[in-house]
């Protein structure tokens, strides 16, 4: 694998990463409500799940999909059922009063946050998809282990590093007061994208 398609694979997924969808509204969310601390145990949890679709399409889950179009079927309606609950249970919580002071440690534990975040990630089974269409292209047959091991190594300092910053970004104190202000109305427009995004992923 030369380093042009290396650089080339790096660049394509930090796009797919940066382009909205369930990972990134989750951490968005997160920084808003819970603060960068939970966000960055979210990320780390969001790029666990990217190394996971990344390893699948690594190990030829493309062509289980292809011969067995029914998993494929399955895996987006459970995880689009996964993420409309999710969507529903913010909907629903939108007008109950949220308390913002200080308690010195995050309303979430952080191996919760990585649940959170490896379940938001793992509930999309498109990034399998996305990644064997990259992988196909770019990554020929008898590629040395350490190339494999970096491949994963960018997915997950992607997802991490980017998913980070938007929990930091959403976190300021100015994004928490426009939060609080707004909350009813942010967090049911949060709940209905999260919910159309997983009707969306169960229908395509």
């Known amino acids: 694998m030369t380093i042009a398609a290396f650089l080339a694979v790096a660049f394509l997924h930090l796009m797919a990463a940066i382009s909205p969808g369930p990972a990134v509204l989750m ?10 601390r939970t966000g960055f145990f979210l990320a780390v949890g969001i790029g666990l799940g990217g190394v996971i679709w990344a390893m ?4 030829g889950l493309n062509i289980v999909f292809q011969a067995a179009p029914a998993l494929l079927w399955a895996l987006k309606i459970c995880g689009g059922i996964y993420l409309v609950y ?9 007008d109950q009063a949220l308390d ?7 309303p979430r ?21 996305l990644f064997s269409a990259i992988f196909v292209g770019t990554v020929p047959q008898g590629t040395p282990v350490w190339v494999y091991a970096a491949l ?11 998913n980070t910053l938007v929990a930091r970004i959403f976190s300021f104190e100015r994004s928490k007061a426009t939060y609080i ?24």
Not at 27 to 36: D, F, I, K, P, Q
Not at 56 to 59: D, E, M, N, Q, R
Not at 86 to 92: A, D
């Open 27 to 36: 951490s968005a969310r997160t920084g808003v409500t819970e603060g960068l």
């Open 56 to 59: 699948a399409a690594l190990f």
């Open 86 to 94: 999710m969507g529903y249970s913010m909907w629903k919580a939108a």
């Open 100 to 106: 913002m002071t200080e308690t010195g440690r995050p």
């Open 109 to 129: 534990s952080p191996m919760s946050a990585l649940r959170l975040g490896l379940f938001t990630q793992l509930a999309n089974p498109k990034p399998a998809v």
């Open 152 to 162: 994963l190594a960018v997915v997950f300092l992607n997802e991490t590093v980017w």
């Open 181 to 204: 202000s707004l909350k009813t109305i942010i967090d049911r427009a949060f709940g209905g994208m999260l919910a159309l995004l997983g009707v969306k992923i169960a229908t395509t």
